[in-house]
DNA sequence: TGGGGCCGGGG
DNA sequence: GTGTACGGCCCCA
């Protein structure tokens, strides 16, 4: 019998169950970086609703089916009592028994055969991945380089202690093709580059990608990774590997002991043993990366990136004529990746031992399926069974109130925010899928102008869940002061109290989420109604107090900023509503347009916000984004009204004289759909089409960027992919008409500058009559 | 000239 | 495949 320290990476089947009938692992980390495996047995099961006709079909299915056990349990469904039948027993009978079953009794009737044995195996112990447990094993042997035990029982360890010793290894990968898109039946791999830390491993295509391949499922199993670390993995180097590999009859064997690669759930790729990282699914759902390139991420974490990006329209260029530096810029793109892994370690194992999602997968997975994951985990504590998704169909309910602004520069301006207004009015509602009613009664809080009533006999679950993320967080946080801001330990707390924020705050979309489990159409709807009613009570007092209202939206109100009158506001809202308010902001001035949600401001502390306007939107040019910038921090700070118009002027008389660079005109756009499915002309899929006919595949998430070009017609006809441009052909009044002026007007026009004076600077500068506009 | 398609960002 | 509210461009009738 052995006892250790094991940190747990993965759940998985074992690969050799011999006779013991152990038929499920956990995988981890022992404190000196071996890789263990823990096998044990379980049973997979489901749960059939006990009713009229059921108890007949179980009994006949158990006698066609011996070696099935069938129990009858209660369970809560929705909070509700019901009686199950739980058939329970091996994985193989247990498939085909399901599938009588779902024929015979209807899918409705079942429970949880829509979730894999893995996960009702972690969630049932209470194992979460990337945390530290105290295993109790009995040492059966080593096999392939993994530590194989029997596992006997584990608890969590109380004292973090890190992570165990990793071996991190980065991946990136050039492929090329004549004819656009790479075609692994066509295609073969140019290049592929890891890097550990310390040492580049490059291996080439030139003598065929056979060998290329070879060598690196040699190399892999010489340098046995923990972590394989990549950018763009799922979507593209394993599944091009993996296709590759099929064409040349050779297996890509990058797991431990040459184990296969697979894909798995939600798309992702099985390395046995390894923990495989996909950077681009973080940047990916994170709103702050706005191109979602590997550069931006570096940028983020403050490593320093090259001058000169390639695009990988770009690669088959530089291949054929700059070889030397595609190959250079590939190589820094793995030292950033592996760099980048490591400043994420503690948000990426972080959300992973949080939520229950192995890590793997975890950043694979969507928001959505991340907060349910968690809720599914927390839903056996209260004997919940988890519901199924079935027959729904897409509706929409109001969302937040936004007023109108007043428009102009205003001074001295405060923004009283609702400190989380969804998940407080979730927990103070006990808003929740197994609380909602739609009749008033004994015990309901009824809401008659929406037709919808709470109970407050019971606590829902993801009021309950809500509030235990909240106390959680309140604990890491009461952690955190205790300890040194410099320690490693403060920064993994910090990820986790950032995670546990985020969850709390995800819960009131997931119930409004079509696919959720716990979906809730009332629910959703209901805190939206009441988080408008606060929104709007909370005005009406204000204005009672004489506070100067100029803007609102959802749970903040912009208010002249009167320190008595807004202490007095905010002391209401905590004792009339029961909701917390706070100034989450002051700024000396902010400038409206007439439009919602568009504003800039400069702070107290001389930060300039800019919200909604052009220069925070990657759908118009650098060159435009800028000169707003400029000109707002100009006019927040006070400068005169031709010193704004300089600016303007300036930049006019640069593009007139052909003074920028490709770069600086470039539109950016997503393709957000499959091209064939686009009822519009708009430039960029025009663009996006061009592409594709040279044989490019035009994924969903592409950013195509684009400059419109000099000519005649429609927009979408002129519209050029950037890197087939030059400054020569750009349509310099298209840009200074349609980018300059409107942004330079946007935010200009509430303070009086008239369309009439911009257009007239645009239209003399660099023609000699622009002093006459002084 | 106004409505629809489309995109991106706000809270 | 978490929600809704919103503005503004472009195209087209």
Redesign the pocket.
């Known amino acids: 019998m052995a006892v250790e320290n094991i940190w747990i990476f993965d759940v998985a089947h074992p690969l050799y169950t011999g006779s013991s009938g152990e038929n499920i692992c956990l995988l981890g980390l022992d404190s000196e970086g071996n890789v263990v495996e823990l096998n044990s047995h379980f049973d997979d099961y489901f749960f059939v609703l006990k009713k009229q006709g059921s108890e007949k079909v179980i009994g006949e299915v158990v006698r066609e089916f011996p070696g099935v056990m069938v129990d009858e349990v209660v369970r809560k469904l929705f909070g509700k009592d019901v009686v199950l039948y739980r058939v329970s027993g091996d994985a193989e009978v247990l498939r085909r028994i399901r599938d009588v079953l779902r024929r015979r009794l209807g899918e409705e009737n079942l429970f949880e055969d829509d979730i894999r044995d893995t996960i009702k195996y972690m969630v049932d112990n209470q194992v979460s991945p990337c945390t530290w447990y105290r295993v109790n094993a009995i040492d059966v042997g080593v096999y392939s380089g993994i530590k194989i035990f029997s596992l006997k029982g584990l608890e969590p360890l109380d004292t973090d202690l890190g992570y165990p010793p990793l071996k991190v290894l980065a991946i990136d990968m050039v492929v090329v093709s004549k004819l656009g898109e790479p075609d692994p039946k066509r295609d073969p791999i140019n290049y592929i580059v890891l890097y550990d830390g310390n040492d580049y491993y490059e291996y080439l295509g030139d003598r065929g990608d056979l060998e290329l391949i070879k060598a690196l499922n040699r190399d892999f199993s010489r340098l046995n990774p923990n972590v394989v670390v990549s950018f763009a993995g799922n979507s593209f180097i394993w599944p091009y590997l993996l296709a590759r590999g099929k064409r040349l009859g050779i297996g890509i064997g990058l797991g431990m002991g040459g184990q296969e690669i697979h894909q798995s759930l939600?798309?992702h790729f099985s390395f046995f043993g390894r923990i495989n990282i996909d950077l681009k699914e973080y940047v990916d759902?994170n709103?702050i990366f706005?191109r979602k390139t590997l550069e931006e991420l570096a940028g983020y974490v403050g490593i320093d990136y090259p001058e000169k990006s390639i695009d990988v329209f770009g690669y088959p260029l530089y291949w054929e004529r700059n070889r030397d530096y595609l190959i250079n810029y590939v190589k820094w793109r793995v030292r950033a990746i592996y760099a980048v892994f490591w400043e994420l370690i503690d948000q990426i194992f972080g959300l992973s031992s949080v939520t229950g999602i192995p890590p793997d997968y975890v950043l694979t997975a969507?928001?959505?399926?991340q907060?349910e994951h968690y809720i599914i985990k927390m839903s056996r504590k209260r004997g919940e069974l988890v519901p199924k998704v079935l027959g729904r169909r897409a509706?929409?309910?109001?969302?937040?109130?936004?007023l109108?602004p007043k428009k102009g520069l205003h001074e001295n301006i405060a923004v009283i925010?609702f400190k989380s207004?969804y998940p407080s009015i979730i927990m103070k509602y006990n808003v929740s899928p197994d609380t909602i009613v739609k009749e008033a009664g004994e015990g309901v809080e009824f809401f008659s102008e929406l037709g919808v009533g709470v109970r407050r006999d019971v606590r829902g679950i993801l009021p309950d869940i809500v509030e235990n993320l909240v106390r959680e967080r309140d604990e890491v946080r009461r952690l955190m002061r205790s300890i040194s801001r410099e320690s490693p330990m403060y920064r993994i707390l910090d990820s986790k109290q950032r995670i546990l924020k985020i969850l709390a705050n995800?819960m009131?979309?997931?119930m409004?989420?079509?696919?959720?489990r716990w979906y809730s159409f009332e629910g959703?709807s209901l805190i939206?109604f009441l988080g408008r009613r606060i929104i709007k009570e909370s005005i009406e007092k204000a204005r009672e107090l004489g506070l100067n209202i100029v803007y609102g939206?959802?749970?903040?109100v912009f208010i002249g900023y009167d320190e008595d009158k807004v202490r007095e506001f905010l002391d209401w809202i905590n004792s009339s509503l029961g909701m917390e308010a706070k100034i989450d902001k002051l700024y000396r001035r902010v400038l409206f347009?007439?439009?919602?949600?568009?504003?800039a401001g400069l702070t107290v502390d001389d930060k300039i916000d800019?919200?909604?306007l052009e220069y925070?939107?990657?759908?118009w040019c650098e060159l435009a984004r800028a000169l707003q910038y400029r000109v707002l921090k100009l006019l927040l700070e006070g400068a005169s009204r031709n010193r704004l118009l300089d600016e303007f002027r300036d930049v006019v008389n640069r593009v007139r004289s052909g003074d920028f660079s490709i770069d600086e005109v470039v539109i950016?756009?997503?393709?957000?759909?499959d091209l064939s499915?686009?009822?519009?002309?708009?430039?960029?899929?025009a663009v996006a089409r061009l592409l594709s006919s040279r044989g490019w595949r035009i994924r969903k998430g592409m950013?195509i960027g684009y400059v419109i070009v000099k000519g005649e017609g429609?927009?979408?006809?002129r519209a050029v992919h950037y890197l087939d441009a030059t400054p020569e052909v750009v349509d310099k009044e298209?840009y200074i008409k349609?980018q300059l002026l409107?942004v330079v007007a946007?935010v200009l026009e509430p303070i009086g500058v008239s369309d009439k004076v911009l257009f007239s600077i645009a239209e003399a500068v660099g023609t000699g009559l622009d002093r006459f506009f002084r």
């Open positions: 939600y798309g759902d709103p706005e969507s928001s959505g399926r907060a509706r929409s309910y109001p969302g937040g109130l936004v109108t925010d207004m995800t009131y979309g997931y409004g989420w079509l696919g959720a959703a939206t939206d959802t749970d903040s347009t007439e439009a919602k949600k568009r504003y800019i919200v909604g925070v939107r990657r759908d950016w756009e997503q393709i957000t759909r499915e686009y009822k519009a002309n708009a430039p960029h899929i950013f429609p927009l979408y006809k298209y349609n409107p946007r």
